[in-house]
C-alpha cells in the first residue's frame, strides 16, 4: 500500500508563489516517477509537471516557466514551487506517484491540495 500526503495549498493572489509539497510512504518500491495533477471545478484533471526517478522534468506548456518540479529521494517527497500564479491556476491539485521497480507497477494519487489564486 502507497499513502501520499499533499500540503501547502492555500488562497493566494495573482502574482503570487506558492509551494506544495507531497510525502510518499508505504510500498513505494525503488524507482517510481511521481507528478503533479490538476483539477478545476466542471473540468478534466490535466498533467502541471512530472518528474522521473532520474529528476528528469516534464511541464504542461501553460506553467513553463512559473513552476518547478523536484524530488527529495532521501525524504520521499515531492515538490512543486508555483510563482507568478494566476486565477486559472486555480484547481485542486493531486500528486501521484507512478511505482516502477520493484513490481507490481502501480499508479496512486493523494487526496488533493486545494490551491485558489484570487484578489
Known amino acids: 500500500q502507497v499513502q501520499l500526503v499533499e500540503s501547502g495549498g492555500g488562497l493566494v493572489q495573482p502574482g503570487g508563489s506558492l509551494r506544495l509539497s507531497c510525502v510518499a510512504s508505504?510500498?513505494?518500491?525503488?524507482?517510481?516517477?511521481m507528478g503533479w495533477y490538476r483539477q478545476a471545478p466542471g473540468k478534466q484533471r490535466d498533467m502541471v509537471a512530472t518528474?522521473?526517478?532520474?529528476?528528469?522534468?516534464n511541464y504542461a506548456d501553460s506553467v513553463k516557466g512559473r513552476f518547478t518540479i523536484s524530488r527529495d529521494n532521501a525524504k520521499n517527497t515531492m515538490y512543486l514551487q508555483m510563482n507568478s500564479l494566476k486565477p486559472e491556476d486555480t484547481a485542486v491539485y493531486y500528486c501521484?506517484?507512478?511505482?516502477?521497480?520493484?513490481?507490481?507497477?502501480?499508479?496512486?494519487w493523494g487526496q488533493g491540495t486545494q490551491v485558489t489564486v484570487s484578489s
Open positions: 501521484k506517484l507512478n511505482r516502477l521497480l520493484p513490481g507490481p507497477r502501480g499508479d496512486y
Open positions: 508505504g510500498s513505494i518500491g525503488s524507482i517510481y516517477a
Open positions: 518528474i522521473t526517478s532520474s529528476a528528469s522534468a
